[in-house]
């Protein structure tokens, strides 16, 4: 498995400002991805994070919403830009460790936007 | 396209019953994994089990257990014994080109 950090755990931020939010693995991870849980709902990908390249993102989201950096295999930011109260959800972000492509997830973000 | 479906949307029961969670599944890919997920209320998603297509095995776990048919594509899961701590979201998801896929989720309430 792996040990997985997320920060902010939460914060709660303004209409049209930006938030961005670290993901610490304790190993080196080839995958890792960002997730979104809007209240009350699954989770949605909203890419695959790939260190030295550009994220690989998923249908309705795009790379000006949600710019993504990954500057080794242990680390990864999520931004989410210009937020509106559609964007309060948790965000996580999940690696792949072990065996049987295994997604293990940080504890979460919680954002509330007013 | 990958598709996870749990048409169960809450299950309520009382400690020491036995709970059954459904999930089934679509895919066109003849190797993936599935997988069950807990989120108590705390907000965390933590994983409970995994099977790969080629396991059709059904294995008990302490009080986990899981039914696996291929042919119905269909991998159930059940706790047994239930306690009050397993009240939580149960996803089952799906496994596509390293990425999951989830199912809406079924709510657990375990009450005393």
């Known amino acids: 498995s792996a040990v997985i950090s997320q920060k902010p755990s939460r914060d709660i931020c303004q209409r049209g400002t930006s938030l961005t939010i670290q993901c610490q693995v304790d190993?080196?991870?080839?995958?890792m991805f960002w997730y979104r849980q809007q209240p009350g709902q699954s989770l949605t990908l909203i890419a695959t994070?790939?260190?030295?390249?550009?994220?690989?993102?998923e249908s309705g989201f795009v790379i000006d919403k949600f710019p993504i950096s990954r500057p080794n295999l242990t680390f990864s930011t999520l931004t989410v830009s210009n937020m509106s109260p559609e964007d309060s959800s948790i965000y996580l972000c999940?690696?792949?460790?072990?065996?049987?492509?295994?997604?293990?997830f940080g504890p979460g973000t919680r954002l509330t936007v007013l | 396209a990958q598709k996870v479906t749990q048409a169960q949307t809450e299950i309520s029961v009382v400690e020491k019953e036995d709970v059954t969670l459904d999930c089934v599944y679509e895919?066109?890919?003849?190797?993936?994994?599935l997988f069950w997920y807990k989120q108590p209320p705390s907000g965390e998603l933590v994983f409970l089990i995994r099977?790969?297509?080629?396991?059709?095995q059904n294995e008990i776990s302490g009080r986990y257990s899981w039914n696996f048919q291929k042919s119905t594509s269909s991998f159930n899961f059940t706790i047994t014994a239930s306690q009050v701590v397993d009240s939580a979201v149960y996803f089952c998801?799906?496994?596509?080109?390293?990425?999951?896929?989830f199912g809406a989720g079924t709510q657990v309430v375990v009450t005393p």
């Open positions: 099977r790969n297509s080629f396991d059709e």
């Open positions: 999940s690696v792949i460790a072990g065996v049987g492509d295994t997604q293990y």
């Open positions: 998801a799906l496994t596509y080109w390293g990425k999951l896929q």
């Open positions: 994070a790939n260190q030295g390249s550009e994220a690989t993102y």
């Open positions: 190993s080196q991870v080839t995958m």
């Open positions: 895919t066109r890919d003849t190797t993936y994994y």
